[in-house]
Antibody
Framework: QVQLVQSGPEVKKSGASVRVSCKAS????????ITWVRQAPGKGLEWMGW????????RYEKDLQGRISLTTDRSTNTAYMELRSLRPDDMAVYYC???????WGQGTLVSVSS | VVMTQSPLSLAVTLGQPAAISCRSS???????????LNWFHQRPGQSPRRLIN???NRDPGVPERFSGSGSGTDFTLRISRVEAEDVGIYYC??????????FGPGTRVEIK
């Protein structure tokens, strides 16, 4: 069955970078895109970006452009989200999901302190 | 595209119906003929789960009491008889005018 398993919680200081991984099983990652969504504490869902694992094509939310990078490693069936220059308002649970959001990872809490 | 939902909070008696409205600031018909309006349910502490895709298609394993309808800019999620497991937050989301996907603010459903 399809599963997306994400890396564990992270605690970072303002200005640092974070990299969250998302390992897919039950299908080959190059068969579908990967979407990243985040959710600040007590808030709604925010689309961050999407990657096509076949060719590396990416789309990013415009307010994150310049700070976010999405990549995939087809050899390990894993997707990665890197967010740089972290700010306190980047504190959120970060989710990966299969392209059309039919399967989701369990979420990764990223805490950012000033 | 801005998505709005109403109500933002809903208290329902077990076994009674519920309806959540979602409105988009632009029409959601895609040039390929589909309307990419999805509904998600998120229980506390859990990842969202997609319930409905393309307005009215229930995802595998979603109970028949959930149904979606609508067109253009107005969409509705209905629960025919609310059960205890239906509590949580419901989000509509459009993927027609992508990127980005845009979510509604969410509707919190609780049991009265």
């Amino acid at each position: 069955q399809v599963q997306l398993v994400q890396s564990g919680p992270e605690v970072k200081k303002s200005g640092a970078s974070v990299r969250v991984s998302c390992k897919a099983s039950g299908y080959r990652i190059n068969q579908y895109g990967i979407t990243w969504v985040r959710q600040a504490p007590g808030k709604g869902l925010e689309w961050m970006g999407w990657i096509n694992p076949n060719n590396g094509d990416t789309r990013y939310e415009k307010d994150l452009q310049g700070r976010i990078s999405l990549t995939t490693d087809r050899s390990t069936n894993t997707a990665y989200m890197e967010l740089r220059s972290l700010r306190p308002d980047d504190m959120a649970v970060y989710y990966c999901a299969r392209s059309e959001l039919d399967f989701w990872g369990q979420g990764t809490l990223v805490s950012v302190s000033s | 595209v801005v998505m709005t939902q109403s109500p933002l909070s809903l208290a329902v008696t077990l076994g009674q119906p519920a309806a959540i409205s979602c409105r988009s600031s632009q029409r959601l018909e895609h040039s390929d003929g589909n309307t990419y309006l999805n509904w998600f349910h998120q229980r506390p502490g859990q990842s969202p789960r997609r319930l409905i895709n393309k307005v009215s298609n229930r995802d595998p394993g979603v109970p028949e009491r959930f149904s979606g309808s609508g067109s253009g800019t107005d969409f509705t999620l209905r629960i025919s008889r609310v059960e205890a497991e239906d509590v949580g937050i419901y989000y509509c989301m459009q993927a027609t005018h992508w990127p980005p996907d845009t979510f509604g603010p969410g509707t919190r459903v609780e049991i009265k």
